[in-house]
């Protein structure tokens, strides 16, 4: 059961309002329809603008991601160097598409923007830890590495 | 023999992508009595990861690609694996915003005050606010996050407001795929960008300052909120007697919060959309109080101006374009990267000189992320300063710079620009919204060989308009990339909407997947590795095209390389 206690810490100015989102996230890894109610309630905003700031951004997830969450960079040098098949691939062995999670809970998939690395293209990134200069085999390994743990 | 004085190894994001973080274990387990840190960025991403050693009469001697089983060598200072800059690079780079970015701790205050940090703050203290404003106007900086504006003017609007709060913001919401200096520089020299900040506020009055930084970026958030403690233990964020509170934002992923009045409402914990303007920011921002904004790299050019004189600082770039600049260098190039160059070298001597391009490969390069041009090789004798790019239908941006080889499609690169602004464009305004989305649904139709000649009429048409018809950056800037293309290369989009063709082979929906059975060994790899089933046989293996979809598993798995993509029908 989530509790939602925590926002509590946070000032009550509807400035604050992507923060406790963030926070929420932080915590539960998405959110939920009872934390959107949650913190409708405590900053006296509607519910639909709520839902309205969640859905703006790419950030707020509002189904519960996998253990371990697949970001797949497809930025500008990511994406000519072949981040639409590196995603075609984890889809190939996962069975999942971007903003899915697997049946086990074990792995989600999205596609970002851009992470950064844009040097050692094209890159992906497992729960923050990023990955680089990609190919076939790599990307084989990598998912089975994580699936052992 | 020479002594090792400390040992750094590169631990900004493209160290750890490379894996730094084991080396750096490796060499703290290992020894005992040196000093080990991390450090940030030097730019040579290429070269990942970096370790520097520094010796007690040899100086610094760097080492690339380093192992954790590399750590031997380097204790013995072997001459294998030792990392030279590369000559064309080290001719051409002009270090002054970055100087300190990987040869400082970034999270050690001492480290930065004992080379030179904060004498422009201290500096500034002892000037009155206009003259600082005025010596900002002097020093010629303009706008680093791609506008190009005057960063004194900016000041002194501020300046002249009588208010009872007073708002900076800098503006770290990088979110130009391919762009990644203002990460380094953050996570890098954290101080160096506070600074900045502090000074503006010596020179406006501001009450409160805001980082607005993308929570794609957690290096850089937690070195600056480490920085951040050290300027408040260090009371440097008390500015003529009045003590300054730093607080950073975390972006929550939408590029149109790069514009300045979509980040305002982002910051006020609303949908980040842009509103009209006037009322420009400096009159009514942040909750209507006067709010000026920064990108990161203007900031970090502040601290050089003050210290060493805007006459000083005006004497690198262009007539009209002040200063140096940060690229960040990728794509089809040798040594991709983070340079900084004085403004007005030529692209060439970027693409070329600097990222060791082949000239023979290269067909293009994309400045300025979604919102930028391509500019045709024919045309790299441009000098690189924001008028200059400008003319030619890209824009500086905020630094990016992807260098699109020979073997790319530019139909495909375009629809893949627009792919990214028309999910990123907020609604607001009808054109950006909806002629964006047409405009998308156009270049697919034309890469999937179902365009006709008068969907290049089309685009154009709606390019124009969509530049007219919206109201901030994103969407005046989205049609760029299609209409740069279509004047530069227009006979790939001829190609494809009359042949129905891709030379490139990077259409998928236009190319096939054949086996060269001369070169076939039938190890049959491919067929394990095919996720759609679509290679079968015993002795003859075949590709069946409507099964395939063209994802390059088997080309890459080929241990003869005797698969590839032919044009389709071949």
């Given at each position: 059961?989530?509790?939602?206690?925590?926002?509590?810490?946070?000032?009550?100015?509807?400035?604050?309002?992507?923060?406790?989102?963030?926070?929420?996230?932080?915590?539960?890894?998405?959110?939920?329809?009872?934390?959107?109610?949650?913190?409708?309630?405590?900053?006296?905003?509607?519910?639909?603008?709520?839902?309205?700031?969640?859905?703006?951004?790419?950030?707020?997830?509002?189904?519960?991601?996998?253990?371990?969450?697949?970001?797949?960079?497809?930025g500008t040098a990511?994406?000519?160097?072949?981040?639409?098949?590196?995603?075609?691939?984890?889809?190939?062995?996962?069975?999942?598409?971007?903003?899915?999670?697997?049946?086990?809970?074990?792995?989600?998939?999205?596609?970002?923007a851009c992470l950064g690395c844009c040097s050692?293209?094209?890159?992906?990134?497992?729960?923050?830890?990023?990955?680089?200069?990609?190919?076939?085999?790599?990307?084989?390994?990598?998912?089975?590495?994580?699936?052992?743990? | 023999?020479?002594?090792?004085?400390?040992?750094?190894?590169?631990?900004a994001s493209c160290?750890?992508?490379?894996?730094?973080?084991?080396?750096?274990?490796?060499?703290?387990?290992?020894?005992?009595?040196?000093?080990?840190?991390?450090?940030g960025c030097i730019g040579?991403c290429?070269?990942?990861?970096?370790?520097?050693?520094?010796?007690?009469?040899?100086?610094?001697?760097?080492?690339?690609?380093?192992?954790?089983?590399?750590?031997?060598?380097?204790?013995?200072?072997?001459?294998?694996?030792?990392?030279?800059?590369?000559?064309?690079?080290?001719?051409?780079?002009?270090?002054k915003v970055l100087a300190l970015a990987g040869?400082?701790?970034p999270?050690?205050?001492?480290?930065?005050?004992?080379?030179?940090?904060?004498?422009?703050?201290?500096?500034?203290?002892?000037?009155?606010?206009?003259?600082?404003?005025?010596?900002?106007?002097?020093?010629?900086l303009r706008g680093r996050g791609g506008g190009g504006?005057?960063t004194?003017?900016?000041?002194?609007?501020?300046?002249?407001?009588?208010?009872?709060?007073?708002?900076i913001i800098c503006n770290a919401d990088e979110g130009d795929p391919g762009a990644f200096m203002d990460r380094s520089l953050m996570e890098s020299v954290p101080h160096q960008v506070l600074e900045g900040m502090?000074?503006a506020?010596?020179?406006?009055?501001?009450?409160?300052l805001f980082i607005y930084c993308r929570a794609e970026y957690p290096l850089a958030i937690k070195h600056l909120n480490?920085a951040?403690?050290?300027?408040?233990?260090?009371?440097?964020?008390?500015?003529?007697?009045?003590?300054?509170?730093i607080?950073i934002k975390e972006g929550?992923g939408a590029f149109?919060c790069g514009e300045e009045?979509?980040l305002?409402?982002?910051?006020?914990?609303?949908?980040?959309?842009?509103?009209?303007?006037?009322?420009?920011?400096?009159?009514?921002?942040?909750?209507?109080?006067?709010?000026?904004i920064n990108n990161v790299e203007t900031f970090g050019n502040v601290p050089l101006?003050?210290?060493?004189?805007?006459?000083?600082?005006?004497?690198?770039?262009?007539?009209?374009?002040?200063g140096t600049k940060l690229f960040a260098l990728a794509?089809?190039?040798?040594?991709?990267g983070l340079v900084e160059?004085?403004?007005?070298?030529?692209?060439?001597?970027?693409?070329?000189?600097?990222?060791?391009?082949?000239?023979?490969?290269?067909?293009?390069?994309?400045t300025g992320g979604p919102s930028g041009?391509?500019?045709?090789?024919?045309?790299?004798?441009?000098?690189?300063?924001?008028?200059?790019?400008?003319?030619?239908?890209?824009i500086m941006g905020s630094g990016g710079m992807?260098?699109?080889?020979?073997?790319?499609?530019?139909?495909?690169?375009?629809?893949?620009?627009?792919?990214?602004?028309?999910?990123?464009?907020?609604?607001?305004?009808?054109?950006?919204?909806?002629?964006?989305?047409?405009?998308?649904?156009?270049?697919?139709?034309?890469?999937?060989?179902?365009?006709?000649?008068?969907?290049?009429?089309?685009?154009?048409?709606?390019?124009?308009?969509?530049?007219?018809?919206?109201?901030?950056?994103?969407?005046?800037?989205?049609?760029?990339?299609?209409?740069?293309?279509?004047?530069?290369?227009?006979?790939?989009?001829?190609?494809?909407?009359?042949?129905?063709?891709?030379?490139?082979?990077?259409?998928?929906?236009?190319?096939?997947?054949?086996?060269?059975?001369?070169?076939?060994?039938?190890?049959?790899?491919?067929?394990?590795?095919?996720?759609?089933?679509?290679?079968?046989?015993?002795?003859?293996?075949?590709?069946?095209?409507?099964?395939?979809?063209?994802?390059?598993?088997?080309?890459?798995?080929?241990?003869?390389?005797?698969?590839?993509?032919?044009?389709?029908?071949?």
């Open positions: 059961m989530e509790n939602f206690g925590f926002l509590e810490k946070i000032d009550k100015d509807p400035g604050n309002l992507i923060k406790a989102l963030q926070a929420v996230q932080g915590l539960y890894g998405f959110v939920s329809d009872d934390a959107v109610r949650a913190v409708s309630d405590y900053f006296q905003i509607p519910a639909a603008e709520v839902e309205g700031v969640l859905t703006f951004y790419a950030q707020f997830k509002r189904v519960k991601p996998g253990r371990f969450k697949i970001a797949v960079c497809d990511c994406h000519i160097k072949g981040a639409p098949q590196i995603r075609q691939w984890i889809s190939a062995e996962l069975g999942i598409g971007p903003g899915e999670t697997d049946k086990d809970g074990l792995f989600s998939l999205e596609v970002v050692l293209a094209p890159v992906m990134s497992i729960n923050g830890r990023v990955y680089g200069k990609l190919d076939r085999k790599g990307v084989s390994r990598i998912l089975k590495e994580y699936a052992a743990k | 023999m020479s002594k090792i004085v400390k040992i750094r190894v590169g631990t160290g750890i992508a490379a894996n730094a973080g084991a080396v750096l274990e490796a060499f703290q387990n290992t020894v005992k009595d040196i000093p080990v840190e991390g450090t040579h290429y070269a990942e990861p970096l370790v520097e050693v520094l010796t007690d009469d040899q100086g610094s001697i760097y080492y690339s690609h380093v192992k954790p089983a590399d750590v031997e060598n380097i204790l013995a200072l072997g001459e294998t694996g030792r990392f030279v800059i590369p000559e064309g690079r080290r001719k051409l780079e002009l270090v040869h400082v701790d999270v050690s205050y001492e480290d930065y005050v004992a080379n030179g940090g904060y004498k422009g703050l201290e500096r500034a203290l002892s000037m009155a606010p206009g003259d600082v404003v005025q010596e900002v106007l002097d020093s010629g504006f005057p004194g003017r900016k000041w002194s609007f501020l300046a002249a407001k009588q208010a009872e709060e007073k708002i502090l000074i506020a010596a020179a406006t009055g501001a009450t409160r480490i951040i403690k050290q300027v408040y233990e260090q009371k440097r964020n008390v500015i003529r007697g009045r003590e300054l509170e607080v929550a149109v009045t979509a305002i409402a982002s910051l006020e914990g609303r949908r980040g959309q842009p509103r009209f303007r006037p009322p420009f920011p400096t009159d009514s921002g942040w909750k209507k109080y006067p709010t000026m101006i003050l210290r060493d004189g805007a006459a000083e600082y005006a004497k690198v770039g262009s007539e009209g374009s002040k794509g089809d190039l040798k040594y991709p160059v004085p403004m007005g070298v030529t692209l060439a001597e970027i693409v070329f000189g600097i990222g060791g391009a082949d000239p023979n490969e290269v067909k293009a390069v994309q041009g391509c500019i045709p090789v024919e045309l790299f004798n441009t000098p690189v300063d924001y008028d200059s790019l400008r003319s030619l239908g890209a992807i260098v699109i080889g020979k073997h790319r499609c530019m139909v495909e690169t375009a629809r893949y620009f627009l792919d990214f602004t028309h999910r990123e464009s907020c609604g607001k305004c009808t054109f950006c919204r909806v002629g964006t989305t047409r405009m998308y649904e156009t270049l697919c139709r034309i890469t999937e060989g179902k365009g006709q000649e008068s969907d290049l009429d089309l685009l154009e048409d709606l390019g124009k308009k969509v530049r007219a018809g919206s109201l901030c950056g994103l969407g005046q800037t989205a049609p760029n990339p299609v209409l740069a293309t279509l004047r530069y290369f227009r006979n790939e989009y001829l190609e494809h909407v009359r042949e129905h063709s891709c030379t490139a082979l990077a259409c998928p929906a236009l190319v096939d997947v054949k086996i060269d059975l001369s070169k076939c060994i039938h190890c049959k790899l491919c067929v394990k590795t095919c996720p759609a089933e679509a290679i079968a046989g015993e002795d003859v293996l075949a590709v069946d095209n409507s099964k395939c979809v063209r994802c390059n598993s088997c080309i890459e798995v080929c241990p003869k390389k005797a698969i590839s993509r032919v044009k389709r029908g071949e």
